[in-house]
């Protein structure tokens, strides 16, 4: 943790001490939330988010542990927040970048470019180049063509063969649709590499985001596995990388992994301010400065993330709950974070929170109606 406090990103703010007297540490957050608001020093007038550091530490223990040997390289686009990049590249992690901006973040916080792959298999050209100028020397690749663009763009670079492979209709966003080879493709793809003196190193595939069987890898690993084999019939050096699986009687190959929500979604939480009230009957309504556009794109789009919001108010609200509507900020009325909702009755000024917002959030958040929510303040906090 004291390598996480000194990181590039954190060191120099202010780390808020979570109260430890909470019951768990989502109650913990929310007492966290409670007194910044309370405080008003300075004045709290609009959402903010909270980033547990501990949490962060707590994870990468975790991966750790159950995956030992298999170096995580952190999804940047998932979350890029520079405090959560500092504090994985304190911890060890590596990085999955998808652009030069991406590459840019984590080299800026002193990330050695060994540490980072180039996971795009269908690259711009000056991307290329850029990758190549900053040192950055594995990319992915799943067509003939990228193989020519990487030949003249970045001749040194070692290519990750990405593969389709079926989340059997499970995951949120079906990224084999855009990216993969098929398996027919695969050795025509090894052979436009060897004529271009590229070298092959290994296989990389995603299953797809938000996985929870683990039975989606099996068919995946049978995959990457019969493109090591194919490599091997054409007489090319051996394959070195799989991203991710495990092949027992291959002892030199390094296995590594991309988590991106498994690091950001659930060390973030997000406080937003109520503006707006209106009551129909039974029915509150609610206006928060934080919707569908801004973190709580995620009600939309391909997160898994089921808003609840847990109401932090400033006096006793009583025990009656309302089914209540919680409107985002701007004119859209599909702007809606909640409906049916039960909640206390709440007031203008009080607060909501919403735990586990990290993943894929701000980073697709736009400034729809001038509302923006990068311009919202994160707030770092660990429980030591
Ligand atoms: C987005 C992405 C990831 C991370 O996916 P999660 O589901 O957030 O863990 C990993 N690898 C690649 C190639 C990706 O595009």
């Not at 609009?46 to 990468?60: I, Y």
């Not at 649709?177 to 025509?188: I, R, S």
Request: charged share 20%.
């Amino acid at each position: 943790m004291r390598a996480v406090l000194e990181a590039p990103g954190v060191k120099g703010h202010d780390v808020l001490r979570l109260p430890c007297d909470a019951a768990n540490e989502k109650e913990a957050v929310t007492g966290l939330v409670r007194r910044i608001v309370a405080a008003n020093d300075p004045p709290v007038t609009s959402a903010f988010s909270v980033l547990d550091l501990g949490k962060v530490a707590e994870l990468f223990a975790a991966w750790r542990r159950g995956l030992k040997g298999v170096p995580p390289y952190y999804a940047v686009k998932c979350n890029p927040n520079p405090a959560l990049l500092g504090a994985l590249a304190a911890l060890g992690s590596g990085f999955d970048c998808f652009s030069p901006a991406e590459m840019d973040a984590v080299l800026a916080l002193g990330v050695a470019p060994d540490r980072i792959i180039y996971a795009n298999p269908c690259k711009p050209e000056p991307h290329i180049a850029y990758a190549a100028s900053v040192g950055v020397n594995v990319t992915t690749f799943d067509s003939v063509e990228e193989v020519g663009k990487i030949k003249r763009f970045h001749p040194s670079c070692k290519l990750l063969l990405r593969l389709k492979v079926s989340d059997a209709g499970e995951a949120l966003d079906h990224l084999g649709t855009k990216y993969g080879a098929l398996e027919e493709e695969v050795v025509p793809l090894l052979h436009a590499a060897r004529s271009a003196g590229l070298e092959v190193t290994g296989v990389a595939f995603h299953v797809g985001s938000a996985v929870s069987r683990v039975g989606a890898y099996d068919a995946a690993v049978k995959a990457a596995r019969a493109v090591f084999d194919a490599a091997a019939a054409l007489g090319m050096p051996p394959m070195r990388v799989l991203d991710i699986g495990y092949f027992g009687d291959m002892t030199d190959v390094e296995v590594i992994g991309e988590p991106g929500r498994y690091f950001a979604q659930t060390p973030f939480t997000l406080a937003a301010r109520v503006f707006g009230k209106r009551t129909r009957g039974q029915v509150r309504e609610y206006w928060i400065d934080d919707g569908i556009y801004d973190t709580l794109n995620c009600v939309v789009n391909i997160s898994r993330y089921v808003p609840r919001p847990v109401p932090v108010v400033a006096s006793a609200c009583g025990e009656t709950h309302h089914p209540s509507t919680v409107f985002g900020p701007t004119l859209n009325p599909l702007d809606v974070v909640v409906q049916g909702y039960p909640l206390p009755e709440l007031r203008i000024g009080d607060w909501m929170v919403f735990h586990d917002i990290g993943a894929y959030t701000t980073v697709v958040s736009t400034n729809f109606n001038g509302f923006s929510a990068s311009e919202m303040k994160t707030y770092l906090a660990s429980s030591v």
